[in-house]
């Protein structure tokens, strides 16, 4: 079993920045890929962004793309999301997911973590 937890969220005006982190516990993700999704209220759980288990391989949203940026740290057991230009539209709870290969549909990966708030003012 793999627990994941998330860190860095947070209260942020437009424009700016936060860095999300994960960080894994009960086994290494060192085997896994991870990924990070959103959910708005009233909304479906969306793809943000996935990185292989080598770091060698990343893939974003289209709405991301260019402002976040996902890494990795296998000897600390840790995934992080750096997050700029921050929109409102940003604005959800963030979860990381951990599963064999990285996906951008939710319902394939095995193992979540409970999120973490991002609110972007306007």
């Known amino acids: 079993q793999v627990q994941l937890v998330e860190t860095g969220g947070g209260l942020v005006q437009a424009g700016g920045s936060l860095r999300l982190s994960c960080a894994a516990s009960?086994?290494?993700?060192?085997?896994?890929?991870m990924g990070w999704f959103r959910q708005a209220p009233g909304k479906e759980r969306e793809f943000v962004a996935g990185i292989n288990w080598t770091g060698g391989s990343t893939l974003y949203a289209d709405s991301v793309k260019g402002r976040f940026t996902i890494s990795r740290d296998n000897a600390k057991n840790t995934v992080d999301l750096q997050m700029t230009s921050l929109k409102p539209t940003d604005t959800a709870v963030y979860y990381c997911?951990?599963?064999?290969?990285?996906?951008?549909?939710?319902?394939?990966?095995?193992?979540w973590g409970q999120g973490t708030q991002v609110t972007v003012s306007s």
């Open positions: 997911a951990a599963n064999e290969v990285v996906s951008v549909r939710s319902n394939v990966y095995d193992y």
């Open positions: 009960g086994r290494t993700i060192s085997n896994y890929a």
